[in-house]
T-cell receptor, first 111, second 113 residues
Framework: GEDVEQSLFLSVREGDSSVINCTYT??????LYWYKQEPGAGLQLLTY?????DMKQDQRLTVLLNKKDKHLSLRIADTQTGDSAIYFC???????????FGQGTTLQVKP | DTAVSQTPKYLVTQMGNDKSIKCEQN?????MYWYKQDSKKFLKIMFS???????INETVPNRFSPKSPDKAHLNLHINSLELGDSAVYFC????????????FGPGTRLLVL
């Protein structure tokens, strides 16, 4: 089946690292994504990882993929108040083109 | 030079009305999508068009009819609006159906009274 689960809320202090976790069910997923949504705004693609990779790093962002456990995480180093937003994990099963989203994790960054 | 644009940004209307939301992309992409985000922020795909042809229809009520006049545009027409249609509707596009990146528009916030 197609299902993506995330925890709903994460609170961190400015300067700390944030780790947002996600689990998915479809083992045929070729790409996994992290999108960011700020209040009242659209979805911004942060990063994605191909299913044959274990890790991808892009500046302050590190994505880890455990394909065996179908677990994806997003680590944000040196979290800033501007990182406060909802973070969506998404999988793309096979070559369907459609994205299956998790319910989003609200990241609150306290000064 | 917005990549994926939607109009209107906000739409407030009465139950039973018919309304349309427009989407345009200037990226030269072949594939476009409509997603619905409900009040709990849950995002779900509704439709996808590839080169003006419908390729994904996720059991959406037939009150919703997408139309793609050309591959740069994908409009969504909704008949007989219901309270439960209140949501944010996002348009997205990708180079083609197998390309990894979908780019999203800013969303249209629909409120049905």
């Amino acid at each position: 089946g197609e299902d993506v689960e995330q925890s709903l809320f994460l609170s961190v202090r400015e300067g700390d690292s944030s780790v947002i976790n996600c689990t998915y069910t479809d083992s045929s997923s070729t790409y996994l994504y992290w999108y960011k949504q700020e209040p009242g705004a659209g979805l911004q693609l942060l990063t994605y990882i191909f299913s044959n990779m274990d890790m991808k790093q892009d500046q302050r962002l590190t994505v880890l993929l455990n394909k065996k456990d179908k677990h994806l995480s997003l680590r944000i180093a040196d979290t800033q108040t501007g990182d406060s937003a909802i973070y969506f994990c998404a999988e793309r099963p096979g070559n369907t083109g459609k994205l299956i989203f998790g319910q989003g994790t609200t990241l609150q960054v306290k000064p | 030079d917005t990549a994926v644009s939607q109009t209107p940004k906000y739409l407030v209307t009465q139950m039973g009305n018919d309304k349309s939301i427009k989407c345009e992309q200037n990226l030269g992409h072949d594939t476009m999508y409509w997603y619905k985000q409900d009040s709990k922020k849950f995002l779900k795909i509704m439709f996808s068009y590839n080169n003006k042809e419908l390729i994904i229809n996720e059991t959406v009520p037939n009150r919703f009819s997408p139309k793609s006049p050309d591959k740069a545009h994908l409009n969504l027409h909704i008949n007989s609006l219901e309270l439960g249609d209140s949501a944010v509707y996002f348009c997205a596009s990708s180079q083609d159906i197998v390309q990894e990146t979908q780019y999203f528009g800013p969303g249209t916030r629909l409120l049905v009274l």
